[in-house]
């Protein structure tokens, strides 16, 4: 991928109708980008389906859901949960008897995480095994799956899945460092990358983000020829991220967030799509914004992006609607405080030389520097404390307009999709924004 891929208008075509099915590839957890795709779904009338990945008992071993919690699950996804465990990633697998990679890493500390070594031939085949056992629940869900689907319908999945840190005291205490170290906390993330403990968590986030994309498209082939020859269409769609086009000095401009570890299991995702449309397959990968949400908040600064999202909303035409959100967030500042102000801190830091030297997009992800953390946490910081309440943020309200622009481009979209990869940036967000509100 050499430059991004814009989607700049907002899609007009429409397959999906009542009757067809809409299947999410990951669990429904709190605010997030599914639940645009999901709310989409449910207006058109169709049938949704979701997966769970299970739960952990006290031994750690993957358990279906209790009927009590899937009960609750299906009352958020307001639809039937299929009670497979689906648990991406391989950090707690491993061939009966032997260690997993989260034992292999137990007993690392501050001290010693840099140096410590793992036994590879190890790792491997604790890889193998929790592979394994993903594959197999895949197609033990399919199997539940194509019951569920009627012949000549239309079918969207949805993937969601991300993730994989290990679940290991030492990575809070090394996170910490990188994405929120300032001075002689400070870690470069170039130091985690290149230790064995870093080597395996990216091992980890290809499994989780990317290959159960892979595992999703290969799984459910022998639905996707029976729909096929029926007459109906499948679809696939998973939520990437690879820096957004967000206004700088009045025009919309490719920036990113630095240093975001998943970046290189983001972009396998995004060359699974790539090598499923080559084979025919209509599989599309939407870069979206940079958004506050439950797990995005361990990244100190990456909600520094959506501030310019209101300055899009005014030149995408959005009138009176757009000055409403303009007046909504104005009412979350302390008094003394102006959104104006607020705004004008966000130029500078856009405009910063430190920055500029991060939109790179051909050297993405780029590793972290001490400049670049001392001058984006503590503008993350400065513009917290400009808030009335730390709780009740610009960037929450803002995180919630993407969210409701997002899920109608990426329904609608995916029914006639232009390509594999596409960005979804600010100015489309914001035309989409202001055609349903205006």
Not at 206 to 235: H, M
Request: proline share 4%; aromatic share 8%.
């Amino acid at each position: 991928m050499i430059a991004p891929i814009p989607l700049r208008n907002i899609p007009e075509n429409n397959i999906f109708r009542k009757g067809d099915v809409f299947v999410l590839f990951g669990e429904l957890f709190g605010r997030g980008y599914a639940n645009g795709l999901v709310n989409e779904a449910r207006k058109v009338g169709m049938t949704v389906v979701g997966v769970t990945v299970g739960r952990r008992d006290e031994n750690n071993k993957l358990r279906p859901l209790t009927a009590e919690e899937l009960a609750i699950a299906e009352e958020n996804l307001g639809g039937r949960i299929i009670n497979v465990p689906l648990m991406a990633g391989f950090d707690l697998d491993a061939p009966a008897g032997e260690p997993t990679p989260t034992d292999l890493i137990a007993n690392m500390t501050l001290k010693s995480w840099q140096t410590d070594k793992l036994d590879w031939a190890q790792i491997e085949r604790c890889r193998e095994a929790g592979v394994k056992r993903f594959k197999d629940s895949v197609a033990t869900v399919m199997t539940q799956l194509d019951k569920m689907i009627p012949d000549g319908s239309n079918v969207f999945f949805a993937h969601t899945m991300a993730g994989g840190i290990p679940k290991v005291k030492v990575f809070l205490a090394i996170a910490n460092r990188i994405y929120k170290g300032q001075g002689e906390r400070f870690q470069c993330s170039r130091n985690l990358l290149d230790s064995d403990l870093g080597k395996l968590i990216l091992m980890n986030f290809d499994e989780v983000t990317a290959n159960t994309f892979e595992y999703l498209i290969e799984g459910s082939a022998a639905i996707r020829a029976r729909v096929e020859k029926t007459g109906g269409q499948v679809r696939y769609t998973a939520y990437g991220y690879h820096g957004t086009e967000i206004l700088i000095d009045g025009k919309y401009q490719w920036q990113t967030y630095t240093n975001y570890t998943q970046g290189y299991a983001k972009m396998r995702l995004e060359r699974h799509a790539e090598a499923a449309w080559k084979q025919g397959i209509k599989a599309t990968v939407y870069n979206c914004p940079e958004i506050r949400t439950n797990s995005s908040d361990i990244f100190v600064g990456v909600e520094l992006s959506l501030f310019p999202l209101l300055k899009a909303l005014k030149q995408e035409n959005g009138g009176a609607w757009a000055e409403a959100q303009w007046q909504a967030c104005r009412a979350l500042m302390q008094d003394g405080a102006s959104l104006e102000s607020l705004l004008d801190k966000i130029d500078a830091y856009n405009n910063s030389e430190v920055m500029a030297g991060f939109r790179n997009f051909a050297a993405w992800p780029m590793d972290n520097t001490q400049q670049l953390a001392d001058l984006m946490i503590s503008t993350s910081d400065g513009i917290t404390a400009m808030h009335k309440d730390r709780k009740a943020l610009v960037t929450d309200h803002l995180s919630a307009l993407v969210l409701e622009g997002t899920g109608p481009l990426m329904f609608y979209e995916t029914s006639n999709p232009a390509g594999p990869v596409l960005w979804v940036n600010h100015d489309v967000i914001a035309k989409q924004l202001n055609r349903m509100h205006n």
